[in-house]
């Protein structure tokens, strides 16, 4: 069934939709263990909890391992559990700079989203600062509250 084709020229519109669009995109991995479950609530949503500070420090609490764990969840967790220098609290937005660091340095071969969007569209928006800064910004709206 073809959705038919709405204009929107409100402003709070556009943006809800688009904040709509993104959360649907970049909340995939919801389902997984680190979105939603015991691994994710002893994360946290801002992954700042003693449990990731422990992780991040080189261990993995004994509680965080029961029920037991899918293998692909323990390696991950015990790839991370990597003692580092510091940790520095994140923002919850992406910047510019976040954005061409990461799509400047893609593949183009990579699978791209459920957007339909070819990665090469980010790569190409990497190198123009507007596109480069609109993206970002609605890569980081899923993370606005409100």
Do not use: C
């Not at 556009?14 to 919801?30: E, G, S």
């Not at 994710?40 to 029961?66: K, R």
């Amino acid at each position: 069934m073809e959705r038919a084709w709405t204009t929107l020229t409100k402003p709070k519109s556009i943006a809800r939709v688009v904040r709509d669009i993104n959360r649907k995109q970049y909340h995939q991995a919801h389902v997984t263990p680190f979105g939603s479950g015991p691994v994710a609530n002893a994360f946290g949503p801002s992954g700042d909890t003693p449990v990731a500070n422990n992780i991040l420090n080189g261990t993995i609490p004994p509680n965080l391992q029961s029920p037991p764990l899918l293998p692909e969840t323990r390696r991950i967790l015990e790839s991370n559990a990597t003692a580092y220098p510091s940790v520095q609290d994140g923002t919850g937005t992406i910047t510019n700079e976040e954005f061409i660091a990461a799509y400047s340095v893609s593949k183009e071969s990579t699978s791209s989203s459920p957007s339909g969007r070819h990665i090469g569209h980010y790569k190409a928006a990497t190198k123009d600062p507007t596109l480069a800064q609109l993206h970002s910004r609605m890569m980081s709206f899923p993370f606005v509250h409100g």
